[in-house]
């Protein structure tokens, strides 16, 4: 571009310049042109690494589309930007490194899940106040009353219906046993024979009554001793009374009575009480 010269017709003066900027009017001037940042893909769509540009910082690389990165420690892009390490890594001078057994990360916090009162059982899953974290769930440090802490990390436990700290803590109820009011009783359609809660109707010791026993091939059914005699004899009762064992009825006859059993100081043969 040329400046243009105007000339003055009046008293031969020199002649005046339009302002012109000197850069536009240079035929050597310099363009400057600032570059557009195009991505370099690879053919499965993955980005590369670009030489670092003025943008970021010392230290770092620009990762596009992500931006400036830290190749040394970052965990997205762990030595190179297109590779990033697992939630049981962590990046260490460009290299993922395992965590030790046990822990994972939480944001670029190592933590254990099973221990960790903010991270308890899950990233920021936090224990509230009174609580502590035990594998992996967040328990009470102290209960309210009624309610015992009997087993530090469990959960609190009501002394008048639990079975296992019934009326107290580690006082357990036996099998066939229950916890009511703090006491433990005999479930529905059981009886308590001793220190056991029994079936009347099916046990072998207790049939029918505390302490008839069938004993033998004998079997319990429906509180009933019914023993397997073979024919021609009956069932009688034992000389102790708490069995049942079968008699030839010729043996039960005479002084003896109807059953042998009836014979308390000896044994009935041939319907004669005989001494042991």
């Known amino acids: 571009m040329v400046a243009a010269l105007l000339a003055?017709?009046?008293?031969?003066?020199?002649?005046?310049?339009?302002?012109?900027?000197?850069?536009?009017d240079a035929p050597d001037a310099a363009v400057i042109v600032t570059p557009i940042d195009v991505p370099v893909v690879t053919r499965d769509g993955g980005?590369?690494?670009?030489?670092?540009?003025?943008?970021?910082?010392?230290?770092?690389?620009?990762?596009?589309?992500?931006?400036?990165?830290?190749?040394?420690?970052?965990?997205?892009?762990?030595?190179?930007?297109?590779?990033?390490?697992?939630?049981?890594?962590?990046?260490?001078?460009?290299?993922?490194?395992?965590?030790?057994?046990?822990?994972?990360?939480?944001?670029?916090?190592?933590?254990?899940?099973?221990?960790?009162?903010?991270?308890?059982?899950?990233?920021?899953?936090?224990?509230?106040?009174?609580?502590?974290?035990?594998?992996?769930a967040c328990r009470p440090l102290r209960c309210d009353t009624p309610l015992l802490l009997c087993v530090e990390g469990e959960p609190c436990v009501d002394p008048s219906n639990d079975a296992t700290h019934c009326g107290a803590c580690g006082r357990a109820c036996a099998a066939g046993e229950r916890c009511m009011g703090s006491a433990c009783v005999c479930e529905p359609g059981l009886t308590r024979c001793g220190d056991r809660c029994v079936d009347l109707l099916s046990d072998r010791e207790n049939c029918g009554d505390c302490g008839v026993r069938a004993c033998g091939e004998a079997i319990c059914h429906r509180g009933r001793v019914l023993e397997f005699c073979v024919p021609g004899s009956i069932v009688c009762p034992s000389m102790s009374g708490t069995c049942t064992v079968c008699y030839s009825p010729r043996n039960c006859e005479g002084r003896c009575g109807g059953c042998c059993g009836s014979c308390t100081s000896g044994v009935c043969r041939n319907g004669i009480c005989e001494p042991f």
């Open 8 to 24: 003055s017709g009046c008293g031969g003066g020199a002649p005046a310049t339009a302002d012109v900027p000197a850069a536009l």
């Open 47 to 136: 980005r590369v690494d670009r030489p670092p540009t003025s943008r970021c910082d010392s230290g770092q690389r620009d990762c596009y589309p992500v931006g400036c990165r830290d190749l040394l420690n970052d965990r997205r892009t762990c030595g190179s930007c297109n590779r990033s390490c697992d939630d049981t890594e962590r990046c260490v001078e460009g290299s993922c490194v395992a965590l030790p057994a046990g822990q994972v990360l939480c944001g670029e916090e190592a933590v254990v899940l099973a221990s960790n009162a903010r991270h308890c059982g899950g990233c920021g899953r936090r224990c509230a106040e009174g609580e502590r974290c035990i594998r992996g």
